[in-house]
């Protein structure tokens, strides 16, 4: 070896040397001969694996830090063919508890001859982030499992959707991705002033949570509690939207109907108050009829009362609407309404009269 390589190879040392005095506080450091035994250790090494002192780590072998034994045989080999290596390593300590450390082994190589002498680990403890990690990703796992979750890109395209949203919306993964949030809502909502403060507050970085009505495959209507959070990158810029939501369609749907329902009875309450006051039956009815309409969302509709008349049952109606009657058609109604105070229908010999008489069901609309 020439005195030029020999300096140099003492430059390096001291360098080397140097960086493992600074980095003694802060990192794990152990030495390893060549057939995996300690040959020296830093404090904080042997109180990372649970020794009380450096002494006691000395002659360990690099097995008793590991948790399955057939892996670090492969492990080892590597590591003394002279590669470095590097990443994230599970460790047992000596009470059997699990480690994480951030890791790297390094080849040490004689001065004389540059042979490999033994490698070196640094380690910091990345057990705490490491169980940090685990804990985040299980919950993000248990909400993937339990509820839709579907995320966007700052502006506002679907970038992914679990299986849970797909099952909501109808869609499947390849018709969904890529299209704008919008896909999914009311045509009317887009236009309105809301919809633009939707998104103003989340690229802002507000939360926006509640009810939400969106427009599933085929203009299917469904109703969300959801909740939209903005993640934002490492230069506080808005990177993309997650939407945490589960279905409430159906709790939404029977709650319009109690509220229908109750409407109802409201309105025929009313209706029977005022027949108590002037016993105007066809008045009583006129009063509420289109108020009935509106809450069943009904575009005809008639109140009738199964009488018997002479033996035979049939239907009095006092009140009717809607009917693209004919002018001679009109005039029958407005002469029967004159004479007995609405429609009297004689025949009920068919589905109609099954229906007023027999008390069936012959088809029910969502609304009732």
Not at 90 to 108: C, F, L
Not at 142 to 154: K, N, P, T, Y
Not at 249 to 262: H, N, P, Y
């Amino acid at each position: 070896m020439t005195t030029q390589q020999i300096e140099k190879q003492r430059d390096t040392n001291v360098q080397f040397w140097s960086r493992k005095l600074a980095l003694d506080p802060v990192c794990a450091m152990a030495e390893f001969d060549l057939t995996g035994k300690v040959v020296s250790a830093s404090p904080q090494f042997a109180t990372l694996m649970g020794f009380a002192s450096p002494d006691a780590v000395v002659g360990l072998h690099h097995e008793t830090f590991v948790f399955n034994h057939r892996q670090p045989m492969c492990f080892w080999q590597d590591v003394v063919s002279g590669n470095i290596t590097s990443g994230e390593f599970v460790r047992r300590t000596r009470q059997h508890q699990t480690v994480w450390i951030q890791a790297v082994y390094a080849p040490v190589l004689n001065v004389q001859d540059h042979t490999l002498r033994g490698i070196l680990l640094i380690a910091m403890d990345v057990t705490q982030q490491k169980n940090i990690y685990a804990e985040y990703y299980s919950r993000l796992e248990a909400l993937d499992r339990s509820q839709g979750v579907i995320e966007f890109d700052s502006n506002g395209f679907i970038v992914k959707a679990n299986d849970n949203y797909l099952a909501m919306a109808g869609y499947t993964e390849h018709e969904l991705i890529g299209r704008h949030h919008a896909w999914l809502c009311d045509k009317n909502y887009l236009t309105s002033d809301d919809y633009q403060q939707f998104w103003q507050d989340l690229r802002r970085g507000a939360f926006r949570n509640g009810r939400f009505q969106r427009v599933g495959k085929h203009g299917r209507p469904f109703w969300i509690q959801a909740n939209y959070s903005p993640v934002f990158d490492s230069e506080g810029k808005l990177s993309r939207v997650v939407k945490y939501a589960h279905d409430i369609t159906d709790q939404v749907a029977a709650e319009q109907k109690s509220a229908r329902q109750s409407a109802i009875l409201d309105i025929l309450l009313e209706a029977q108050t005022a027949f108590l006051h002037d016993h105007n039956l066809a008045s009583a009815c006129d009063s509420v009829f289109s108020r009935l309409l509106d809450v069943t969302h009904c575009e005809f509709g008639c109140i009738g009362i199964v009488q018997s008349v002479a033996g035979k049952a049939n239907l009095y109606i006092p009140s009717i609407s809607n009917l693209a009657w004919d002018e001679e058609t009109r005039l029958c109604y407005n002469e029967q309404r004159q004479t007995h105070g609405g429609l009297m229908l004689d025949r009920l010999d068919n589905i109609f009269g099954q229906v007023v008489t027999q008390n069936r069901v012959v088809h029910l609309n969502h609304f009732l």
